[in-house]
Structures are given as C-alpha cells and as structure tokens.
C-alpha cells in the first residue's frame, strides 16, 4: 500500500498518518465541514470534506468515503476508533471495493460485536467466564431460573453495543422485571436490538485488558496488560502498563487466554481483549475490542511496538515478525485522557474555545492531540482534547513525571480532567495500586478535588504576592471569596 485513506478525525487520524508518513506511505483525510480546520486535515496529503458536522452526514458514511478512497487512488482505509471501525458491514464494503482495510475481517467484527457469540465461540477454548448465561434470555421467566441459579446481584447486560447501555445491576428478585425490561429497552433504543443476558455481578472488579496481535498466517502473539480500572460512566480516564496488582504467572496465563479469545474467531490485526478481575485475581473474560485502544500508547511506551505499523504490516498480508519470546516489558507508563468535561459538575462535556493550549515538553512525555491554542472545542463529537502519556523506569516515576506534566500542561477556556488526574495519582489506593472499577465512586468528590485545588492556588497566589512585594509592586488585597479564587476554568 502506497496510499492510504484514514476513516476518521481528530487525535487518532494524526496518530495513523504519522505512522503513514514514517513508513513513507501517503494519507488521505476526509472530514466534516466542522473540521476543516483542524491539523489532521492540514497534515494528511490530500484532504475531502465528505458533509455536514453531524457524524451521520460525514464520518459515519461508509459508501462515501469508500468512493472517496476509490477516486483519489488509496489502496487501503485506517478506520482508527470509533465511528465505522467495529463496523462488520463496512469491513466487508471495503474489501468488496477491492481496497484492503486495516483491521479484521467481518466475521471477526460480527463474533466479537455480540457480547453473546463472544462468549459462544470463547467457551470453545475453555476461556474463564463470569457464570449466567451465553445466550439471549427468552423471556421472565428464564430470567428467573437463570437468576435463583446464579444468585444476586447479578448483572443483566445487552448483548451489543457498550459504554455501559443497556446494563443493569439487580439485588434483589423482586427488581428483576423492572430491571430486565430496563435493559432490554435502551438496549433497543441504542443499538437497535434488544437482546439481553445475565451474569453474576462482580462486586469489585479491576479492569484489565491484553493487546493481542495476530496476522493472517495464523501467528499471534499477546503484547501484555493494561489497567483500566479508573472510570466514569464505564468510560476509562487513566490507563497504565503494565498493572501494578498482575503476578507474572497470571500476565501469562492472561496473555495465553487472551490469543486463545482472537484464536476463536480467526482474528487478524491489532485487538483487545478485555477481562473483569477480582479480589483473589480470578480472571474473567469480558468482551474483545476489534480495533485500535485509546489507551494503545502506553502499551508502546512499554514494549517499543508501533502497534499502527503493525496494523498496516498485516493488512499487506506480511507475517509477523514479532514472537512472543521477543517481547519484554520495559518501565511503567501511564495515560491520561484530556477530556473537555468538569470533573466539579459530574464530568459534563464543554464546549468553547481552547483560548490557552500549552503542552508539556520532556523525556518520557508523549501527547497525541487533536487541537491546537485558540481552536474551538465542537459539540458534535467525542469531548476528548487528547491524550498525555507518560514513560519511566519505575511505576513510581512515572506517577511523578505524570504529576509534574499535568503541572506544565497548560489549558484555560475549556473545563478538562488535567487537575483530576492530578487528584487521582494522588491518592493512596492509587499509588498502593490497590483500586478498582469504583474509584471514582468511592473516593472523588467535587469537595475534596475542589479542597486540592484551592489549596495549590493559594499557595501560587502566596508566592505571587511574596514576589511582587519584594518587587516593591504590591497589588490590592486578595479577594478569597470570589469565584477565580474558588474555582479556576481551565
């Protein structure tokens, strides 16, 4: 493949082309007319505005922007995340249109895409699974059976889609059928089917995921674990590699676990195979990502893997030369997401103008980002800014290079989790690493971040005055009930 054609925008569009661009193949943008000033667009080789803001009108056209990629000449379509690229119809258009795209196949989308067929084809290679049930609940009443077997609570969960719809924890038998219909209608509602399935719910789990790599000659290898406990909304914000909790026999036991789970449904490309795990470190299967992570630079960080090179490699139809004996962890390196949301209000999006944009610069620093200063944050997509990551020798080090990066990011006019990270890596059960799913509902609340913040800008605002005192350049008295004071917007 000499060109390519990146099926998507933002941080993770820059993140491909770089690569593109580093293995001396051409890229090719499309894009929204709400992104036409955007730095992927200006950074790709050749860029097609493909419609109007909303994703239905643009990103989310597959036939349109496969005649886009026929027109220009690229030969293969990087559907990044998110939008079509867990997309089993789009997969198969692609390949149909004669162009190669760089991911699974179809039947690999369409096995992994059902939480239910995952669980079916994972059973086959005796992959642990959380007891309940591996198919579609019937009706009431086999959702009372299946519930006095497995006991409460118990997790009634849809079989498509994520990011935690149509997903209802029961405690006791008498919630079952409001729960259960609960589920199954916004189940409907997001993604257009209502099928559901019971599990025992795992009352504190860690989640933690195995990037796997496999080409089409039937090699695979597994590149190691991320932690991915620390969430909202089952939406992760911090991500580290490797985690702090795994014994070396159970990082491989995992990783063996989890080529088995790609082995499944013949899987091919870069993919992710996510697990709940408790308290004594039983490891269940959870569901497996068939596409490139958020979170893939901190598997980079540790391994020195281009894990997009790899993606283009086997797309060509190269073998691997990666084996899984090469494969060493080296340090620690931890992700925090910049979302435009305040942490202060429930992490509600914002929008707005990034009016200062400033990005830490050291060893061991990394930040894939989508905008620059005075760029305006849109309201029709995924509010994450960017991401920073960190690399060093030790877990510890890295926690501190995170905290002193987050000190030097700078970014005002838009509320964003800089400051929570900050709070986060703080916190005890986090530097003990001993933490799970319920770490922001156990420990953050608005009061206590607030209470950190207040006390980090009043010593600023301390040193400030001491400075311009001694300047002999004293301002008027410090105003400590008003509302810059209290709370800062950036």
């Known amino acids: 493949m000499q060109k390519i054609l990146i099926a998507n925008r933002g941080e993770i569009a820059l993140r491909v082309m770089r690569t593109c661009k580093k293995m001396g193949i051409a890229t090719v943008a499309v894009y929204s007319e709400a992104d036409a000033g955007m730095p992927f667009v ?10 109007p803001a909303p994703s239905n009108q643009s990103y989310l056209l597959g036939d349109k922007i496969i005649e886009v990629a026929k027109a220009c000449g690229a030969e293969g379509i990087h559907p990044g995340y998110g939008f079509l690229s867990e997309n089993a119809a789009f997969s198969k258009a692609v390949s149909d ?4 795209f760089i991911g ?30 591996d198919r579609a609940l019937k009706d009431l009443s086999e959702a009372k059976a299946v519930a006095e077997k497995t006991g409460y609570p118990l997790l009634v969960k849809a079989s498509a889609g ?40 795992v009352g504190s789990p860690k989640h933690i995921e195995i990037q796997v790599l496999a080409d089409t000659h039937g090699n695979y290898v597994h590149l190691f674990e991320r932690e991915c406990s620390i969430q909202r909304r089952h939406q992760k914000l ?12 159970i990082r491989m036991d995992m990783g063996e676990t989890a080529v088995n789970v790609a082995r499944s449904c013949n899987y091919h490309g870069a993919g992710t195979v996510e697990f709940l795990v408790d308290d004594d470190l039983n490891y269940y299967f959870l569901e497996m990502n068939t596409r490139l992570q958020v979170e893939h630079c901190v598997t980079e960080e540790i391994t020195g893997v281009d894990l997009v090179e790899q993606q283009i490699m086997v797309a060509r139809g190269e073998k691997l030369t990666l084996k899984q004996s090469d494969l060493k962890i080296k340090g620690h390196s931890i992700e925090l997401r910049i979302c435009a949301e305040d942490p202060l209000d429930n992490f509600v999006p914002d929008i707005g103008t990034l009016e200062t944009y400033r990005r830490p610069v050291g060893d061991g620093i990394r930040v894939d980002d989508a905008y ?16 920073l990551v960190v690399w060093d020798e030790t877990r510890n080090k890295a926690i501190e290079k995170l905290r002193w990066a987050i000190d030097n990011f700078a970014i005002t006019g838009i509320y964003n989790t800089l400051e929570f990270g900050k709070w986060a890596v703080d916190q005890p059960a986090f530097k003990e690493g001993k933490f799970d799913t319920h770490f922001i509902a156990n ?9 950190t913040s207040e006390d980090l800008l009043a010593m600023g605002a301390l040193a400030s005055v001491f400075l311009m005192k001694e300047a002999g350049n004293m301002p008027d008295a410090i105003n400590k009930d008003s509302a810059a004071w209290k709370r800062r917007r950036g």
């Open 443 to 451: 420990y953050f609340t608005p009061e206590k971040m607030n209470e």
């Open 42 to 51: 200006a950074f790709a080789d050749e860029s097609f505005c493909i419609g």
């Open 238 to 249: 911090i991500e580290e590699a490797p985690s702090s909790c795994l014994t070396e026999k």
């Open 372 to 387: 620059e200063e005075g760029m305006e944050i849109p309201i029709y997509y995924d509010p994450m800014i960017g991401k």
């Open 104 to 133: 699974p196949t179809q039947h690999s989308i369409e096995t992994m895409g059902s939480k239910i067929a995952a669980k079916q084809a994972a059973a086959k290679f005796d992959v642990p699974m959380v007891p309940g049930t």
């Open 97 to 100: 249109a004669g162009l190669r």
């Open 162 to 201: 994520g990011g935690g719809k149509g997903m209802r924890i029961v405690h006791e038998a008498k919630d079952l059928e409001e729960q259960l219909n609960s589920a199954k209608s916004e189940a409907l509602s997001s993604f257009g089917d209502d099928a559901v399935f019971i599990e025992k719910y």
